[in-house]
């Protein structure tokens, strides 16, 4: 349990005058180094920087209050932290302040079942929304990330992509209104009716433009139970004509969610077969397979919902739903869970990889999402030469539909209507029990290179970048605009310096 020593005494050669002004925050500041560490690192595990300070913000005054601290110097930035599961230092702010938005997290979840909506605080974990809107109200937000253990704020300040995402959009999609704090230090309630430009802005903006600090989620009636199915291709074509499919249907002949993995045609228990069982009943009988299938597989990942007391509908639902599906007869698994276990389902892989030691260990993951076009060619080289030996995690490869995506927001993505999110999620031992991570970021970039290198409609999930050229071709004909938003909203750079993207100024001028 980590305590953050209430106004603990300043380093002397902290600056007196930012450091008296947050002496008005009602939250918590601390200055020691046993606690600005832990703000200096996140899940990635590469990156290490030393924050002046961390704060505990108990409102929204107080992330004001430490913003505008900051404008008072030439040079202090301002990081929002959620729950520091950036991979390359994107929540950090060396030499500057950390706030804290987990202290605003907890309990702010507040639900009105009569309109069907969520305040919730930009600190709060899906998983507390979760639990709130669910075991309280029968009520759920429609659009998830896999892992819920991320910050409403974090996740909006990107995107958050899951298996509902080709219905409902990212959950930049999913929300109606935003209670933020600009980098001028205003407190602005905006919505796509009020203050729009600021509410498009956040959602997407990398935390460039304001500190979310609430945001209403919209909710509806949450199913009690879930079917999970799996089922396993051989062929990519097949693999991704089926995938296709499913989101394509009107909801009536789909499923509640279709995601995807590739995994290694191997008996090897973290790459391959045995990652594709849902149940430890069950078995991969790898007699099934066609005797032409390659060095990797294809998994077709679907679930249902259904409620408990009409479960006799679901088997018939489900096959009618899978009739015109083309994956491998006998590689099919399933198995029903309550809707809680199955939104909670990456806890358990977090609990096992915390008691093996690998979710300490660095995380050199890669998201990207490719379009349509490019993702056959994609697969021949990255899944089937690259990666055929699989990263020790999930490789997951699912379509998006562009028109879910509201493209008012920040976040960039393919031009097709149709794109991939391809996720690799590396799991390794430290080195040396594992590879050298350098090895694995020089996959990483070979894969990037190969994008690049052949002309494919694609951009980088989460990404990372060095240098603001990388940056402007990241945005593309979006970059004006992104540009021009931030001259708006945070004219200083003050705010989220570890996206790398603008330096701190003291004139707006200097940002474009
Ligand atoms: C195990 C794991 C599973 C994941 N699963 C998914 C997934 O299924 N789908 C998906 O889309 N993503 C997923 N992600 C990625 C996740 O969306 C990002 O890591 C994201 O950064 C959210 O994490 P966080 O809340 O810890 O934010 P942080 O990493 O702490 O912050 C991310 C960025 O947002 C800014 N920020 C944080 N809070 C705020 C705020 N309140 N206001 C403004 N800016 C803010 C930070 O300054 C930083 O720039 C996963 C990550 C991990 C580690």
Redesign the pocket.
Known sequence: MIAFIEHSLPHENNDAQWQEALKEIQGTVDYDSIFTSLAGK??GGMKRTKPAAVVRPASSFDVATVIKAAQTTPNLTV?????????NG??MANKGLVID?RAMGGDHVVVSAEESYADVS??ALWEEVLKRCVLGYGLAPRSW???L???????L??????GQSFRYG?QTSNVTELEVVTGRGDTVICSPFLHSDLFFS?LGG??QF????RARIPLQKAPDMVRWIRLVYSEFDEFTRDAEYLVRQPKEDSFDYVEGFVFVNSDDPINGWPSVTLDSDQWFNPDFLPPNSGSVLYCLELALHFHHHHPSHVDSEVERKMEALKYVEGLRFSVDLSYMDFLLR?KKV?QQATASGIWEAP?PWLNLFVSKRDIADFDRTVFKKILKGGIGGPMLVYPLLRSRWDSRTSVVIPEGEIFYLVAL?RFTPPYPSGPPVTELVDENKEIVRHCTKKGYDFKL??PHYKTQHEWKQHFGSQWPQFAERKSMFDPMAIL?P??KIFSRTHKSSQLL
């Open positions: 996140d899940f990081a929002a932290r959620g729950n520091g599961h950036s991979i994107q929540a938005m930009g600190g990330t896999d892992y253990g991320l910050t409403v704020g974090g996740t300040s990107n995107a958050g992509v899951s990212p956040v990398l935390g304001g500190v979310i600090t990456v977090e995380h999620l999930y989460l989220a570890g996206q």
